[in-house]
């Protein structure tokens, strides 16, 4: 699956942002589906993941209540919907699939999608 993710941008802290992720090829039902973010000078992390199904998700303690992940397998795209951004928020976000189950590590991941910049201003 080739995956591409769009809508970052440069936000006001307590703003908002809608990321998403399309995918190519009918088999995009198939994945767990995950976004990860990494900072300058630091690693990359997990952020959130939503089983192939999108019945279950779940997120980093950082962004547990302010983001929401979700998916529309119809129109083969996953999203991040995040809310009350704070500056530490501020990171490359790339979208993930992986045909394995449910994981939190990258490398647990086979397939990328191209970052997209968030960039939250004090």
């Known amino acids: 699956v080739q995956l591409q993710a769009s809508g970052g941008g440069l936000v006001q802290t307590g703003g908002s942002l809608r990321l998403s992720c399309a995918g190519s090829?009918?088999?995009?039902?198939?994945?767990?589906m995950a976004w990860f973010r990494q900072a300058p000078g630091k690693e990359r992390e997990f952020v959130a993941a939503?089983?192939?199904?999108?019945?279950?998700?779940d997120y980093a303690n950082s962004v547990k209540g302010r983001f929401t992940v979700s998916r529309d397998n119809a129109k083969s795209t996953m999203y991040l919907q995040m809310d009350s951004l704070k500056p530490e928020d501020t990171a490359v976000y790339c979208c993930a699939a992986t045909t394995y189950t449910f994981a939190y590590s990258p490398m647990s991941y086979q397939y990328w999608g191209q970052g997209t910049q968030v960039t939250v201003s004090s």
């Open positions: 090829g009918r088999t995009f039902r198939n994945y767990v």
């Open positions: 939503i089983t192939d199904s999108g019945v279950t998700t």
